[in-house]
């Protein structure tokens, strides 16, 4: 009746359960409350929480501790009491037993790989088999290789969520980055996030971050469309071609091109989302269930075609303002009129076929690097280890990296084909009307060599780093802003 009484006058509204539990369940869930008080006054906060669960050892994600206090915290002072806690606790570990008794086939109380293994794969959860060894072995307390409900509990109890999929993601998940390309893979959102509507809270927070990564890399990324479009003819290095464009048009001309590149972020992201659920929905047919990397990949290619298809006038716009001398145009508008006018709509969509030929090695390689990576990650790190931050950067990174070098080649051909106009009445060059992917292939191997086709990657390299990490921040500082966590 003391620790009743004690409830009550902390304010907490669910004394019943103190008295309900087994002397055994009272102490595990009394010694447990107070290893998570940190600062021993009676209640247990965020910063509690936090450093509780790092100091015992317990896997966490960002974002979990506030929302393990904000789901348990019912009188909504930001704090917990004994009774909110247990109360918690022990509604949390009913749905936790739910979610052990479905995947227990033959109702032995104990779940070994095979039952986890072919539970997920009948949920629609496609993971390896290995996958789900190194799952039970993050569980397994007594090396068995066989987890009973009360290892199962210990391992989950701090996760917010009993939803079977969270779970999942509770131990393999990724992050948003945007380097400032064109061709990335949508995001997956939880289904959750869709029935709350809080997909379009991560797409603006992720609008927001791109607009900040690319307006800080313009310069780079004017750097890299110069040096595609104009090749060593005209520049022997990037300083030399840097130094011409301070002296045509100063340091404002560094961000030409870049307000049609931030423009297109919004409805580029929605349409690609869009499109990348509709197809997802169609992959998956009437079962619910995860999809494979495979059809992740093909879902992303057809969205990043889709988008590309409806916003690509405005990809082949940036480029000529991009290129744009010193008072040819006015701004956007009047820059898209003189284009209409001189050359019709057929060069609002030059450059068309090898930019969405550049999807698929771009999307294909990203995604499989990026999961190869974090996966080899899971399988060289002990059972309390996340891929946190920096690893999840450094994978994105380096995918990023990598399918950019396998599509870059499309990318510079590409540019030049949106530029064939400006080459023309520059230096009087190929007629534009000629010039085609296959002839543009050949020409630039005929006289640059095989390199040319990489002419510009470096300052597309050297605008990465930046472009992750301003990414990355800025949007760690939206979300948590608009009230959103990673998935």
């Not at 809270?201 to 990324?221: E, I, N, Y």
């Not at 949106?418 to 000629?434: E, H, I, K, R, S």
């Not at 640059?448 to 002419?455: A, M, P, Q, T």
Request: net charge positive.
């Amino acid at each position: 009746m003391k620790k009743e009484a004690s409830a009550i006058e902390n304010g907490s509204h669910f004394p019943h359960y103190l008295h309900e539990l087994s002397e055994e369940d009272e102490k595990r869930l009394e010694k447990l409350f107070k290893q998570l008080d940190a600062n021993g006054d009676g209640r247990i906060d965020v910063q509690d929480l936090s450093e509780s669960l790092k100091r015992m050892g317990v896997h966490q994600l960002p974002g979990h501790a506030e929302k393990f206090i904000e789901r348990s915290d019912q009188n909504q002072s930001g704090d917990l009491t004994l009774a909110e806690f247990v109360h918690y606790v022990i509604e949390h570990e009913k749905k936790l037993r739910l979610v052990f008794s479905s995947l227990d086939h033959n109702k032995d109380g104990r779940l070994d790989l095979d039952e986890i293994y072919s539970s997920l794969h009948k949920l629609g959860l496609k993971i390896t088999r290995g996958e789900a060894r190194k799952l039970l072995e993050r569980m397994d307390k007594d090396g068995t290789l066989v987890i009973n409900f009360g290892e199962w509990r210990d391992y989950l109890l701090f996760h917010p969520s009993s939803e079977l999929h969270d779970i999942l993601q509770y131990w393999r998940h990724s992050t948003y980055l945007d380097i400032g390309e064109d061709l990335n893979v949508p995001d997956d959102f939880s289904a959750a996030e869709l029935q709350q509507g809080l997909w379009w809270r991560h797409l603006l927070a992720g609008g927001v971050a791109g607009a900040v990564s690319r307006t800080a890399t313009a310069p780079l990324d004017r750097l890299k469309v110069f040096l595609q479009v104009h090749g060593k003819s005209h520049f022997s290095s990037i300083k030399h071609c840097l130094r011409h464009m301070l002296n045509e048009g100063g340091v404002r001309s560094l961000w030409r091109g870049n307000g049609i590149n931030v423009l297109k972020i919004a409805p580029e992201s929605a349409l690609k989302f869009m499109a990348y659920e509709y197809a997802k929905r169609a992959l998956r047919g009437e079962r619910p269930r995860e999809i494979s990397i495979y059809e992740r990949f093909a879902a992303g290619s057809f969205a990043g075609g889709f988008s590309q298809t409806v916003i690509y006038p405005m990809e082949v716009l940036k480029t000529r303002l991009a290129l744009r001398r010193t008072g040819q145009y006015k701004g956007m508008v009047d820059a898209a009129m003189k284009i209409y006018n001189a050359e019709g709509m057929r060069a609002f969509y030059k450059g068309y076929i090898p930019n969405l030929l550049g999807i698929i090695p771009y999307a294909g390689i990203d995604l499989c690097v990026y999961e190869t990576l974090k996966k080899r990650y899971l399988r060289n790190h002990d059972e309390t280890e996340d891929p946190g931050v920096m690893v999840l950067l450094a994978c994105g990174t380096v995918s990023s990296t990598c399918g950019q070098i396998a599509s870059y080649p499309l990318a510079l051909v590409r540019t030049r084909l949106q530029a064939a106009a400006v080459l023309q009445q520059q230096a009087g060059g190929v007629d534009p009307a000629t010039l085609n992917m296959r002839t543009l292939f050949r020409s630039i191997v005929r006289q640059e060599g095989f390199l040319g086709l990489y002419r510009g990657i470096a300052p597309n390299f050297l605008k990465v780093a930046p472009a992750v990490s301003i990414s990355y921040v800025v949007y760690e500082k939206c979300r948590t802003a608009l009230g959103v966590t990673m998935t």
